[in-house]
């Protein structure tokens, strides 16, 4: 063997779990992202009293795949006066970076890409906010009006939530005392909690900005369709606007995992220390076979012959699931993978909870107006994030500093924020209520 | 091996980056490659295991400042004032200061290698586990022996806030009026 060949064989020993896991990575979240969408338009439907896509597959299962296939084979427009150098690659920018922020990222206790890195929750965060960097040039080099406005919108956004958004993370740090992603989840542990009930303003102040990071509804002013057409992306068609959406989606799923690492106890089931629970490691099994029941429940029902045989399918896809949870606890020897196994579950159970109400507030609140967001984002959000990283820090101190109760610690120090926070919004209301007293009394004078 | 592939390939992409930066015309181009570089440099210190360093580089300046950069360009238009200044000593000055940086970077080079090992210290290479995690001790060295430095560091950003504030007031009170 000549010497190269054994350095890359070398390579591959070192590196093959993360090699394979990185390729996993990058061929599952797009299939992952394609079925949100069609989760997020059932929901839609759903709220709105309608059925949604319903031709494609049963119940539109495949959906995803033929909007895919549509994307795919639409003819690429690239406007003559765009700057095709960067046309080309911003929305390749968009989707590598939010990819790229799942490479650290844990999934469960054993699910990993990277190594344990020692800025972990730095690395997809920061990693992920370049992201943008594609939507703004994406919007300038389309030479359009609508495109730049939506580029200009989002970067203004962006600066104004991303401080918000790091003060709440900086909240959740100062608890857990490190930056590792798998010390995080190990500190919740540790403290008997998770850190949403230690720092509910933190984690509110979190989700706001989150949405807004990720241009949702109701912040979703880069992409107004009824002011803007399509914001940054109106220029885009065929796979390049596919490459946009599928970076959203991908985005919304690392800053839903984020959240659930570092609020909602990442991996670990509920009460993971009460011992007299330990009948809840079984609800992931009983769960999926659940799931299998209903299948063959609802398999009677289906009016197509090829339905009923999928849903039978399905049903006992579920039930080999449930059995592959259940092997350890037949087979003690292999007990260590069962914690691999229910972690994952718990961390996608709560993934999917933080980006259902994502959907559930695009589909209930109405869109704001852009001085609006940026007012609550300056005037409110911002003050709000660092009133709570103080009283956060003033907990930790009086606990270690003069022995107080953590819960009273908090409570106290929690009071104190909301308190400021009311007086925060009644201040803003008055000036708001000045502002429109006096546009008003100016028109008056021109009506008059 | 794959750790000199690596070097080779960042420290490459960032050259030819910056050289671009600044040859091309077009202001987004420039800045574009400016983020290429400012990334390529960052790589470089992953590959130092200053990971620290490696994200403060991406958030603050590829996240932070180079957003800011772009909106600048994209909000004024570049095309006009490039035509209309054109500072006539520019590349003069410029020659004479890529002659003095020149210079001074000979000058030290050759002092350099008067010195044991060639000026470079070269210290036993340690294994990356063996590191210790380097945001904690940049966290204890930045809150105990720099402490003044960088409290002084902070007031300053501060008044440079509070500046741009009065300013940005001030500005707008005179259009008011």
């Known amino acids: 063997m000549s010497p190269a060949t054994q350095a890359v064989l070398h390579f591959l020993q070192t590196w093959w779990v993360e090699l394979v896991s990185g390729v996993v990575i990058v061929a599952v979240v797009p299939l992952i992202a394609g079925y949100v969408v069609l989760v997020e338009r059932k929901l839609m439907a759903d709220m709105q009293a309608r059925l949604g896509p319903m031709r494609v597959g049963p119940h539109g299962l495949l959906q995803p795949i033929a909007d895919a296939v549509k994307l795919l084979i639409k003819e690429d427009i690239v406007p003559q006066d765009a700057d095709s150098f960067i046309f080309w690659f911003a929305p390749v920018i968009s989707m590598v970076a939010a990819l790229t922020s799942m490479g650290a990222l844990y999934f469960g206790p054993d699910f990993r890409v990277a190594q344990d890195i020692n800025i972990g929750i730095l690395f997809v965060i920061g990693v992920s906010s370049l992201g943008f960097l594609g939507i703004i040039l994406g919007g300038w080099a389309s030479n359009s009006h609508y495109s730049i406005i939506g580029a200009i919108r989002s970067t203004a956004q962006l600066v104004s939530y991303e401080t918000a958004g790091g003060l709440a993370i900086i909240c959740a740090l100062l608890l857990s005392g490190t930056l590792r992603i798998h010390a995080i989840v190990d500190a919740q542990s540790d403290h008997h909690v998770w850190f949403i009930f230690l720092a509910p303003v933190a984690f509110f102040t979190y989700l706001v900005a989150s949405i807004a990071e990720t241009n949702r509804a109701p912040f979703d002013l880069p992409e107004a369709e009824s002011e803007l057409v399509a914001g940054y992306m109106t220029e885009y068609s065929g796979f390049r606007w596919a490459l946009y959406f599928l970076g959203e989606y991908a985005n919304m799923i690392v800053v839903a995992s984020v959240a659930t690492t570092l609020f909602l106890g990442g991996w670990l089931r509920p009460f993971p220390n009460v011992h007299w629970l330990n009948w809840l490691d079984l609800l992931p099994a009983l769960f999926i076979a659940l799931v299998g029941i209903y299948c063959i429940y609802r398999a009677g029902k289906q009016p197509v012959k090829i339905q009923v045989w999928f849903m039978w399918a399905v049903a006992f896809a579920c039930f080999a699931v449930a059995l592959i949870f259940l092997v350890p606890w037949i087979f003690a020897s292999l007990k260590f993978a069962i914690l691999g196994l229910n972690g994952a579950f718990w961390f996608l159970l709560k993934v999917s909870a933080y980006i259902y109400v994502f959907m559930w507030l695009r589909f209930t609140l109405p869109r704001y107006r852009f001085d609006q967001l940026m007012h609550l984002g300056w005037y409110i959000l911002i003050p709000l994030a660092i009133v709570n990283v103080f009283s956060v820090g003033v907990a930790l101190l009086l606990e270690a500093e003069f022995g107080w109760n953590r819960w009273l610690a908090l409570i106290v120090t929690t009071a104190f924020t909301l308190a400021i926070a009311l007086f925060l919004v009644r201040s803003h209301d008055k000036r708001v209520a000045a502002a429109s007293s006096a546009s008003a009394a100016t028109s008056d004078s021109y009506a008059g | ?177």
């Open chain 2, 1 to 177: 091996m794959l750790d000199s592939i690596l070097f080779y390939f960042f420290g490459g992409v960032a050259v030819l980056s910056a050289a671009l930066m600044v040859t091309r015309r077009n202001a987004m181009h420039s800045a574009v490659f400016l983020i290429t570089t400012l990334l390529a440099t960052a790589g470089i210190f992953l590959q130092l295991r200053a990971e620290f360093l490696f994200i403060a580089q991406i958030i603050l300046y590829v996240g932070g400042i180079m957003v800011l950069f772009i909106f600048v360009i994209m909000l004024v238009r570049l095309d006009a004032p490039i035509h209309q200044i054109r500072f006539r000593m520019q590349k003069l000055v410029a020659v004479l200061v890529a002659l003095a940086l020149g210079f001074e970077v000979t000058v030290v080079l050759l002092l350099a290698r008067k010195l044991p090992g060639g000026g470079l210290l070269i210290q036993g290479s340690a294994p990356a586990d063996k590191l210790p995690p380097n945001s904690e001790e940049l966290a204890k060295s930045l809150f105990s022996n720099y402490l003044l430095p960088f409290e002084i560091a902070s007031v300053l950003l501060l008044v440079a806030m509070v500046g741009a504030v009065v300013m940005a007031k001030n500005r707008k009170g005179t259009d008011e009026s």
